[in-house]
Nanobody
Framework: QVQLVESGGGLVQAGGSLRLSCAAS????????MGWFRQAQGKEREFVGL???????YYADSVKGRVTISRDNAKNTVYLQMNSLKPEDTAVYYC?????????????????WGQGTQVTVSS
């Protein structure tokens, strides 16, 4: 079992930055690949980015160049640094864990999910 708790969401003006954190407990964190997803009101949840156990990252085109995912295995934490935020980035952001060394863009391939943290970007 893996428990995930996101934090760091909030209200920010367009062009600003936020760093979300996802603290994991339970199964060996370093063996998990981690993903970030988001769900805007009235829309389906969508992939944002992932980081594999080895630190390889991959991002959705909609956020590429504006976000960076990193992980600190000593702290069992993964981060989502978001810069140049836009109003369309407003959503609930979720982290997810996949008990695999490789990540996935498919939310169905993640076994564990956090409760989500709200990010609101004002124009």
């Amino acid at each position: 079992q893996v428990q995930l708790v996101e934090s760091g969401g909030g209200l920010v003006q367009a062009g600003g930055s936020l760093r979300l954190s996802c603290a994991a407990s339970g199964r060996a964190f370093s063996a998990n690949s981690m993903g970030w997803f988001r769900q805007a009101q009235g829309k389906e949840r969508e992939f944002v980015g992932l980081i594999s156990w080895s630190g390889t990252t991959y991002y959705a085109d909609s956020v590429k160049g504006r976000v960076t995912i990193s992980r600190d295995n000593a702290k069992n934490t993964v981060y989502l640094q978001m810069n140049s935020l836009k109003p369309e980035d407003t959503a609930v952001y979720y982290c997810a864990a996949r008990t695999s060394y490789s990540g996935s863009v498919r939310e169905t391939e993640y076994e564990y999910w956090g409760q989500g943290t709200q990010v609101t970007v004002s124009s």
